[in-house]
């Protein structure tokens, strides 16, 4: 269970940021289809939205990207945070192709 969940996608983001993607553990998983932080969508509890919020303002990388201040609260608070890697919840359109698609089978 973890009490914030974003909705991934399949690139890399802000831009740019070389290296970001080298922070995530996605060696692990690479047959997810949605593999990084997407900033644009995310629930969880209030508590720990207003605690993440409160982080992530405190940033002074925040400033021009709240992507990358969302990603560095996801990179550093694992155990709590985590991400749609099979766009069950959320479906990022980011860089996705006419040959993406979900099967529901499974």
């Not at 070389?18 to 998983?29: A, F, R, S, V």
């Not at 209030?46 to 709240?66: E, H, N, Q, R």
Request: aromatic share 16%; charged share 20%; glycine share 8%.
């Amino acid at each position: 269970y973890k009490e914030i969940v974003f909705s991934a996608e399949q690139n890399t983001a802000p831009f740019p940021d070389p290296g970001i993607g080298e922070l995530y553990d996605n060696e692990e998983n690479p047959e997810h289809l949605f593999r990084w932080l997407n900033s644009g969508t995310f629930i969880g509890t209030a508590g720990s939205i207003s605690k993440m919020t409160a982080d992530v303002l405190s940033y002074p990388s925040i400033w021009g990207s709240d992507q990358r201040g969302y990603t560095r609260y996801y990179l550093t608070h694992r155990k709590t945070v985590g991400l749609d890697l099979n766009g069950v919840a959320f479906f990022s359109l980011f860089h996705v192709t006419e040959n993406c698609f979900i099967n529901r089978q499974t």
